[in-house]
T-cell receptor, first 117, second 108 residues
Framework: GAVVSQHPSWVICKSGTSVKIECRSLDFQATTMFWYRQFPKQSLMLMAT?????????EQGVEKDKFLINHASLTLSTLTVTSAHPEDSSFYICSARDGGLAMLEQYFGPGTRLTVT | QKEVEQNSGPLSVPEGAIASLNCTYSDRVSQSFFWYRQYSGKSPELIMSIYSNGDKEDGRFTAQLNKASQYVSLLIRDSQPSDSATYLCAVSGNQFYFGTGTSLTVIP
């Protein structure tokens, strides 16, 4: 149980274009989903927290107009990187929590490797 | 002060030895504690959860929690080269915090 999928697993796009990444909880309802970014050999960096049906909460320094997050259902959240630039190239990972309690564990998707040329 | 502190390592142990990974946290209201394993280029994978003081064993892994000292550890017995990865400590109370991870290398 507790399987989270992401699509696509990797994507290459040109500078200035937008990319959408999907995160799905396959066998549970994810009240809360998280989006992280990880640069090579660096630690996870939380970008935003999204609760189903409400606006995402962004971490300090993360541009909400550039990284659009939609959590339209209990099993799907999307991250759209708008007007991507080479510095946005990174490993984007989502995670989901089964329920609304903060104490519960997070399950991670396999990640999406974004390369902006 | 960071909410969750881990020694970044790298920690190297010979195959078959015990690897000991440590983590301290600052928020006394923390209720839940987790260890994740992350292989290079992959996303983190949950390997242990612990909620009460003491030890919790799962196969070769033992998590230890001491809330009074705000300390949680992970022991890996009979370490294997396949255990080589970065281990992330996570703490949850009012919010969920990850440590920066400890890199473990098991030498054959």
């Amino acid at each position: 149980g507790a399987v989270v999928s992401q699509h696509p697993s990797w994507v290459i796009c040109k500078s200035g274009t937008s990319v959408k990444i999907e995160c799905r909880s396959l066998d549970f309802q994810a009240t809360t989903m998280f989006w992280y970014r990880q640069f090579p050999k660096q630690s996870l960096m939380l970008m935003a927290t999204s609760n189903e049906g409400s606006k995402a909460t962004y971490e300090q320094g993360v541009e909400k107009d550039k990284f659009l997050i939609n959590h339209a259902s209990l099993t799907l959240s999307t991250l759209t990187v708008t007007s991507a630039h080479p510095e946005d190239s990174s490993f984007y990972i989502c995670s989901a929590r089964d329920g609304g309690l903060a104490m519960l564990e997070q399950y991670f998707g396999p990640g999406t490797r974004l390369t902006v040329t | 002060q960071k909410e969750v502190e881990q020694n970044s390592g790298p920690l190297s142990v010979p195959e078959g030895a015990i690897a000991s990974l440590n983590c301290t946290y600052s928020d006394r209201v923390s209720q839940s504690f987790f260890w994740y394993r992350q292989y290079s280029g992959k996303s983190p994978e949950l390997i242990m959860s612990i909620y009460s003081n003491g030890d919790k064993e799962d196969g070769r892994f033992t998590a230890q929690l001491n809330k009074a000292s705000q300390y949680v550890s992970l022991l890996i017995r009979d370490s294997q080269p396949s255990d080589s990865a970065t281990y992330l400590c996570a703490v949850s109370g009012n919010q969920f915090y990850f440590g920066t991870g400890t890199s473990l290398t098991v030498i054959p």
